[in-house]
């Protein structure tokens, strides 16, 4: 089993960055696929970003492109996100997840490991 732990939530005002972190736990992190998700509250979870198990590609959901940016230090077996000029509609529980199969993906169903989640708030 692989165990993710995500941290770096927290309050922070329309404009402003935080940074989110995803530590893995084991040996085969940098086999893994990773991706960011969230939810909202009423909402269903939807996908963020996702990066491919070398960090050589990433994709984003359209509503955060140009303002995230997903990347992973595979020696340290942690991702990243990053956020910048948030905005109140990015208000959520942050989610990092692992695909064993390597490849992207921007479907909920393709990964198999999740951590707790992390809450962001953003105000105006």
């Known amino acids: 089993q692989v165990q993710l732990v995500e941290s770096g939530g927290g309050l922070v005002q329309a404009g402003g960055s935080l940074r989110l972190s995803c530590a893995a736990s084991?040996?085969?992190?940098?086999?893994?696929?990773m991706g960011w998700f969230r939810q909202a509250p009423g909402k269903e979870r939807e996908f963020v970003a996702t990066i491919n198990r070398s960090g050589g590609s990433t994709y984003y959901a359209d509503s955060v492109k140009g303002r995230f940016t997903i990347s992973r230090d595979n020696a340290k077996n942690t991702v990243y996100l990053q956020m910048n000029s948030l905005k109140p509609e990015d208000t959520a529980v942050y989610y990092c997840?692992?695909?064993?199969?390597?490849?992207?993906?921007?479907?909920?169903?393709?990964?198999?490991?999740w951590g707790q989640g992390t809450q962001v708030t953003v105000s105006s």
């Open positions: 084991g040996r085969t992190f940098s086999s893994y696929a």
């Open positions: 997840a692992a695909n064993r199969n390597g490849n992207s993906n921007i479907k909920m169903g393709a990964y198999t490991y």
